[in-house]
Every structure is written in structure tokens, then in C-alpha cells.
């Protein structure tokens, strides 16, 4: 079993940054893939961005250049680093993680950014 605490998300004006976290506990050698989606209000569920537990990383288009997912190993974290946010970024991020046996979501963290 995984356990995992999301924090970070906020209110923000357009331009701001907000730093996203992952914390991981329990049987963290079994994660494969830690992840961010986001769903805005009358949307369907996105992928933001991924890391892999060998390193690989990827971005959603829309959020190339602006956003940067990172890990930690000894805190067993995953940050998501957002710079530049715009007002389409708003929405509800949720942390997604991969394990060898099953797949975990987060309850989710808001993200609001104003005009």
C-alpha cells in the first residue's frame, strides 16, 4: 500500500507561480510512475505532467516550458513547479500514482488563477 498527502495548490494572479507537492509513504519501492492531472470545472481530466521512477519526464503541450516536475528521493516527493500561470490553468490538480500493482488519485488540490 501506498499512502500520499497533496498540498500546495492556492490562489494566484496570472503571471504568479505556486509549487504543487506529492508525499509519499509506505511501499514506495512499488511506485512506478507519479503524475499530475487537473480537471476544470465542465472539462474532462488531463495529464499535466509525469515522472517515472527511472526519471523519464512529460509534459502536457500546454504547459511545456512553464511547469517542471521534479523528485526528491529521500523525501519521496514529487513536486510540480508552476511558473507563468494563466487563468486556463485553473482547475482541480490531482496527484496520480502508479504502483506495480494498482493505481492510486489523490483527492485533489485547487488551483485558482486570476486574471
Known amino acids: 500500500q501506498v499512502q500520499f498527502v497533496e498540498s500546495g495548490g492556492g490562489l494566484v494572479q496570472a503571471g504568479g507561480s505556486l509549487r504543487l507537492s506529492c508525499a509519499a509513504s509506505?511501499?514506495?519501492?512499488?511506485?512506478?510512475?507519479i503524475g499530475w492531472y487537473r480537471q476544470a470545472p465542465g472539462k474532462q481530466r488531463g495529464l499535466v505532467a509525469t515522472?517515472?521512477?527511472?526519471?523519464?519526464?512529460y509534459y502536457a503541450d500546454s504547459v511545456k516550458g512553464r511547469f517542471t516536475i521534479s523528485r526528491v528521493n529521500a523525501e519521496n516527493t514529487v513536486y510540480l513547479q508552476m511558473n507563468s500561470l494563466k487563468p486556463e490553468d485553473t482547475a482541480v490538480y490531482l496527484c496520480?500514482?502508479?504502483?506495480?500493482?494498482?493505481?492510486?488519485w489523490g483527492q485533489g488540490t485547487q488551483v485558482t488563477v486570476s486574471s
Open positions: 496520480n500514482i502508479i504502483t506495480t500493482i494498482r493505481m492510486y
Open positions: 509506505g511501499r514506495t519501492d512499488s511506485i512506478n510512475r
Open positions: 515522472i517515472s521512477s527511472g526519471g523519464s519526464i
